[in-house]
């Protein structure tokens, strides 16, 4: 395939969709060698600057955008990757909470293109052409090179060990909950699946990881040994209090446990940290513990090896130098301006719409949590995933609190089979209705609320959350 030169970054998607696309169910083998070879002919340009490497089942974009917010505001410019996008691509490829101009972005994808364009499979390595997600990699780490980002927060797509971003060298990696998930891909077990995950730890660089279940946590510790890694955990570490949600976000108290360290005892101090993030949902709490982790060690660590004669100065000196009321204040600025689309987002007023891409058990108890915590009368439910997810889990916890179901198909991108999802949900004693196609599903739900009064709740998954965006003018 070849191309004119570009006009816009909606050129770019269109022209690297068509290569293998994981996303829309199309199927390719992992491995990172020709990522390897590609990044290497452009130079390699995922390096060179301060790197946090995000990787987890739920959560990680939201402690991804946390995280880079928070190094904007401590003065970097930096660079944030992650996915999926909701209503552009280019949403994938950001500068902290803004965009990334155009016309960087279509100078980073004629520097990638440039590489593969009319190639064949065999003028690869493994003699096979580079995959939708490879490229639009690509273009990132180009982009961030071309805009001169002095950071970059690099959200992993799936799984971590074979994943595509897992070409950088992190100064942090940083891991959230691990649930069952993508499990043709990654393992039918939470051990194997952790595994897959911890493959983003480096030799002797630093991890902080948020509270896991057990047979995940010794995987990660484990893992960490192994490679000489110190490892951070969030549960140890930082108390959570005072946690409260309201339709304008969240807030919460953050406060050093005993034995914390010197970094974070300094960070939050022991009257505690209030932080306030524009997401709604308790996980949040965790999410911002977990940012807030990462960001202080990964800048302390920053710090400490721009000391000249560094052997010469203990760590105690170079804590007490450290201007840990500039980091308390990026801290909060930063966790105030990080926000993502379909993250517990209030879409419509009147009535009340919610869009949220939760579609593993544990996301989607966590939304339906927040849900029921601040809609107290009627509730509806537009719902629709895709076919890999764990659709009879979704239903069981769903169920019993709408006065209204919709079953539809989660768009045109991903697999689906909202026929079984319906049954489910009629088996179960739900007042359900299958309308398959989605704009007509989402047009009668937000008619339905309407009528009666009530809140609307979108969830399981992202595309269909980007479609009713779309429906509603975003």
Known sequence: MSHAPFSSSDEVFAYVMNYVNVEKGQKTEFKLDRMRWLAETLGNPQLGRLTIHVAGSKGKGSVATMCACILKAKGYKTGLYTSPHILRWKERIA???????????????????????????????????????????????????????????IEVGMGGRLDSTNIVVPDMAVITPIELEHTQYLGDTIAKIAGEKAGIIKNGKPVCISPQKPEALEVFVNTAAAKESPLF??????????????????????????????EIENLITAQGLRVHSPMPGKVQCQNMAL????????????????????????????????????????????????????????????????????????????TLETFLSLVAGQRTLLFGCAIDKKYQELVKILAPHFASVIVTKPGNFKESDPEVVYEAFKGLGAPVELVPDTREAIAKAIARASQLGAGLLVTGSFYLCAEVKSCLGY
């Open 233 to 262: 955990y969030s549960p140890t570490i930082i108390d959570i209090r005072e946690c409260k949600v309201s339709p304008s976000g969240t807030d919460c108290l953050l406060v050093p446990k005993d034995n914390c360290p010197m």
């Open 95 to 153: 500068l902290a909470d803004e965009e990334i101009p155009e016309s960087t972005l279509i100078e980073a994808a004629e520097e990638v293109i440039a590489l593969v364009d009319g190639k064949k499979a065999q003028d690869f390595p493994g003699d096979e052409l580079p995959t939708y997600f490879e490229l639009t990699t690509l273009i990132g780490f180009c982009a961030f090179r071309l805009a001169g980002c002095t950071a970059q927060v």
């Open 291 to 366: 940012a807030a982790l990462a960001c202080a060690l990964t800048c302390a660590v920053v710090y400490r090896s721009k000391i000249p004669n560094r052997s010469e100065v203990d760590d105690t000196q170079a804590q007490s130098e450290f201007s840990w009321e500039q980091m308390r204040e990026a801290l909060t600025a930063g966790l105030s301006a990080a926000s993502l689309p379909a993250r517990f987002e209030p879409v419509k007023k009147e009535p009340l719409v919610i869009v949220d891409g939760a579609h593993t058990p544990n996301s989607v108890s966590s």
